[in-house]
């Protein structure tokens, strides 16, 4: 409802081809599900429909792991980001380099060397089942919130354009990619998520090219971002309270995006789609090319709403309610002429929903079922566990589009995704962290390191939700919104209020970088210190409190020694950063874990897995036949079958291949 004393503003509504694009995007998107769901027979077996039978290529893996967390959030709450704070948001682009680098060469080989379906299988071989239940734990408490978040933007989006409720939005949304994901696996996610980075793109382009063309150039773009005082691509102000400064976005943003790409299990599965470490580095880096541009169009699509809404605040005015809805009112004004490119945008926004979606669901199956389910369930077939595999999918989209609902109260949808990466994914980080690069760390500092890690993050977390910090904001205008029978001097106040309303300040071009003021007068010193503290930092608060603790505690317990630890297990860290190094300088920074043997163990795990098949083919051999008549024995290293009289189901056999792993 627009606010007084505005008048009403016609804005323009779906037309028929809008529909009929969105509807080609998501019949495109449910094609693919049901393509891969009988190509070349179909997804038998769990390695098929949670890993692809490791035998995916490189671009739809690096578009893939581009989709899975550049979703509807980053079309819907980046441009709104440069437009309320301006473009320091576009400084993550240093963030994702160093992300991936780390990602790549020390915490992608751990996976590949030990050759996991679930990234928590790692905690039990490092540290015990119950830690790897509480990591698994962990990562769905994660990806169920923030797939509620996902979900409920882009239908807030399409309920803004089009009239449609926002509820019919979440249900239609969430059923049509519950269905996908769970009929195609892990193949349709990975072909819909490519198809959905280039939808994204072209929504992205289509408002920066018309924006242009309606503004009278980029220049003038610019400019007018200039005198808002809406470029600054630099603060070393070190005040970590200051929301988005150089250390905050280089320092926490790193660790925020390494919790995703390093340790997360959506993306962690998709590393593991291909057959070869080597493979899976180049698409991590083809996706951090990918993150620097889809970063570049979503912040230049900020300064074109900027530019267009510099002298009418839609927010203030009433126009819409939130800031994630000023993407669908300017792609409404500026578009709506050219019939169909309105639903272009708005299948942007979906497409980036329904590839993290997608990602989320087919991972949080895979977790499901590798860490509760297997471990209890060992006797079933492998066409059962299949089955349980797609209906933990339509279970987990069930949550998530209750989820939705939650999502509803928790304000701007950019800002609450990555609190949540930071409040959860932060002690995950700081978990493996532990495990991968400290060789003493023992079960006790683990359980103690991430449970005080969990209590600060949430303590600054749900504190700084409580007791909103003091944020600085550029000005805004109303000066140019019409005006409904009012005064001019009721018009200078409603003006003068929109500006002053976050800044108390007058609008003075700032660029590049500068002071940006804040005030903290009137609060309590836990407010202003604790509470007040940037929210990029919540993952770095997160790992150091799990490294500080948890090295502590293992010491204080009996420090578990490096020699006895399969050296797989650990990173070689130093290998890997000082390789110039002599080798027997490398040799002592080793810490005496012996990466010189683990060959060794390698070998030694495929011989144990084999003579477990044996023995499993024995006893399956006399009695436990399927009704086709072929017997299946698993070869655990290498998933290959052998084939004798009658079949054996391979999870039989994992039922051993577990116990044989953990007493590696």
């Known amino acids: 409802m627009v606010n007084a004393p505005f008048a009403d503003r016609h804005i323009p509504l779906f037309s028929i081809p809008d529909y009929v ?11 693919i599900g049901v393509y891969h769901a009988f190509a070349k027979g179909g997804q038998k077996t769990t390695r098929q429909f949670l890993l ?17 967390f550049m979703s509807a959030i980053t079309v819907l709450g980046t441009p709104a980001e440069t437009y309320k704070y301006g473009t320091m948001y576009l400084m993550f682009m240093l963030s994702y380099l160093l992300m991936g680098m780390a990602a790549a060469h020390i915490y992608m080989p751990v996976f590949f060397n030990l050759g996991i379906t679930s990234a928590y299988e790692y905690l039990q071989r490092r540290f015990s089942g119950g830690v790897r239940r509480m990591g698994s734990a962990i990562f769905m408490l994660q990806m169920i919130m923030y797939m509620g978040i996902v979900l409920y933007a882009p239908s807030l989006a399409l309920e803004a354009v089009t009239g449609m409720n926002v509820w019919a939005a979440v249900l239609s949304l969430g059923i049509i990619c519950t269905f996908y994901t769970t009929i195609g696996g892990m193949k349709a996610v990975l072909w819909t998520d490519t198809f959905q980075v280039c939808v994204m793109i072209a929504g992205f382009l289509a408002v920066i090219i018309q924006g242009s063309i309606n503004l009278g150039g980029f220049n003038h773009i610019w400019e007018t971002a200039y005198n808002g005082s809406r470029l600054e691509f630099y603060n070393f102000d070190p005040d970590p309270r200051i929301r988005h400064s150089s250390w905050s976005v280089h320092v926490g943003g790193t660790f925020m995006w390494l919790a995703i790409f390093g340790v997360n299990q959506a993306q962690v599965q998709r590393y593991l789609t291909v057959n070869n470490l080597k493979k899976a580095q180049i698409a991590l880096y083809l996706n951090v090319i990918g993150l620097w541009l889809i970063v570049i169009l979503a912040t230049l699509c900020g300064l074109v709403l900027y530019a267009f809404y510099k002298d009418c605040d839609p927010i203030v005015a009433g126009y819409i309610s939130t800031s994630d809805q000023l993407m669908p009112l300017i792609v409404m004004e500026i578009l709506s002429h050219l019939k169909g490119m309105p639903g272009v945008f708005v299948s942007c926004v979906f497409a980036g929903a329904l590839s993290t ?15 509760f389910v297997r ?15 797609k209906l933990l999918v339509a279970l987990f989209g069930g949550l998530m589009m209750l989820m939705a609902y ?23 980080l700081g978990l493996f962290s532990l495990g991968i690069l400290f060789p003493w760390a023992n079960v006790w500092g683990a359980y103690a390191g991430t449970i005080t890690g969990f209590v600060l993050v949430f303590w600054v977390g749900i504190g700084a939700q409580v007791y909103k910090p003091p944020v600085f904001k550029p000005p805004i205008s109303t000066a140019g919104c019409p005006l409904a029978n009012v005064t001019t001097t009721a018009m200078a106040n409603m003006t003068t209020m929109a500006m002053t309303t976050f800044t108390g300040t007058t609008m003075e071009p700032v660029t590049l970088g500068g002071y940006r003021p804040v005030s903290y007068e009137g609060l309590s010193d836990l407010h202003k210190y604790w509470y007040s503290i940037s929210y990029l930092y919540y993952s770095v608060i997160a790992v150091l409190a799990v490294l500080i603790i948890g090295l502590i505690v ?3 317990t009996g420090a578990q020694d490096p020699k006895e630890l399969d050296p797989r297990l650990i990173t070689p860290f130093f290998d890997t950063v000082c ?14 874990v012996r990466h010189d043997e683990a060959e060794e163990y390698r070998r030694r795990e495929e011989d144990e897995k084999k003579a477990a098949d044996a023995e499993m083919g024995d006893v399956e051999m006399n009695g436990d036949v399927e ?8 070869n655990g290293s290498a998933g290959s079958k052998r084939h004798a009289n009658g079949s054996i189901n391979e999870d039989r056999v994992s039922m051993n291949l577990e116990q044989h792993d953990s007493k590696l």
């Open 375 to 389: 471990p209890v369930k060992k006797d079933l077939t492998e066409r059962q566990y299949t089955l349980i595999s």
């Open 357 to 371: 979606m997608s990602s989320g669901l087919n991972s949080l199956s895979a977790v499901t079922l590798e860490d």
């Open 21 to 31: 694009v969105f509807a080609l995007m998501l019949l495109i998107c449910t094609g």
């Open 579 to 592: 390789c110039c190094f002599p080798g027997r300088w490398r040799e002592k920074l080793r810490c005496n």
């Open 406 to 428: 939650v999502s509803s109260f928790m304000g701007g949808v950019l800002q609450a995704a990555l609190s949540i990466f930071g409040m959860i994914g932060g002690p995950l």
């Open 554 to 556: 293992s010491f204080a």
């Open 627 to 634: 009704k086709n008549g072929d017997v299946k024995i698993r």
């Open 52 to 68: 692809a039978d490791r035998q995916m290529q490189i671009l739809p893996v690096a578009m893939s792991l581009l989709a899975s």
